[in-house]
């Protein structure tokens, strides 16, 4: 089976930097996707992670252990903009992506 | 635009009318997702194909859901005699892999709302 984790809300400050969890349980794992989701909107593709560590883009970094079956989206600089859901999804081998429920984070001034 | 395409963008049926749904992926995307989402939650798996082939699908899906792709380009995705539960976005994503990396992008969607 698969079980995808994260937290319900976060808020944070403008300016400020959050970091959002995601843990996973998956039968078989390639690798992590975040996504950003603004209300009534699609999902919008943030990252993909398939190896150990940070990766970094812009003011947006995703991190992956997958010994710890753990994730986490770092956003800094946080913009009113950046308020939105994020979204976490585990690949299993079979390709086949499983999302949380999503972080909504609220950004305040 | 060479993103992801859904057509129609909002349905609105009445209770037991069937419904179809398309989706046009990245053109050179060999695999191709179907999702559901509500108000408030993530998108919930429904179907996945690689190329033509339909390799999963959801035990959660009743017999009044179908999902084609005929030529492992587009694909349809029909409910039959639909329920106001049936009420929700329903997602296409496609997804391709490069070497170690996977992407992956969503259509706009199609909002369903079951009157």
């Known amino acids: ?109 | 635009d060479t993103g992801v395409s859904q057509d129609p963008r909002h349905k609105i049926t009445k209770r037991g009318q069937n419904v179809t749904f398309r989706c046009d992926p990245i053109s050179e995307h060999n695999r191709l997702y179907w999702y559901r989402q509500t108000l408030g939650q993530g998108p919930e798996f429904l179907t996945y194909f690689q190329n033509e082939a339909q390799l999963e699908k959801s035990r959660l899906l009743s017999n009044r859901f179908s999902a084609e792709r005929p030529k492992g380009s587009f694909s349809t995705l029909e409910i039959q005699r639909t329920e106001q539960g049936d009420s929700a976005m329903y997602l296409c994503a496609s997804s391709a892999r490069t070497g170690m990396n996977t992407e992956a992008f969503f259509g706009q969607g199609t909002r369903l709302t079951v009157v």
Not at chain 1, 4 to 14: G, K, L, N, R, V
Not at chain 1, 53 to 64: D, I, P, T, V, Y
Request: proline share 3%; hydrophobic share 35%; aromatic share 12%.
């Open chain 1, 1 to 109: 089976g698969q079980n995808i984790d994260q937290p319900t809300e976060m808020t944070a400050t403008e300016g400020a930097i959050v970091q959002i969890n995601c843990t996973y349980q998956t039968s078989g794992f390639n690798g992590l996707f975040w996504y950003q989701q603004h209300a009534g909107e699609a999902p919008t593709f943030l990252s993909y992670n398939v190896l150990d560590g940070l990766e970094e883009k812009g003011r947006f970094s995703s991190f992956l252990s997958r010994s710890k079956g753990y994730s986490y989206l770092l956003l800094k600089e946080l913009q009113m903009k950046d308020s939105a859901s994020y979204l976490c999804a585990a690949e299993n081998a079979g390709n086949m992506l499983t999302f949380g429920g999503g972080t909504r984070l609220m950004v305040k001034p």
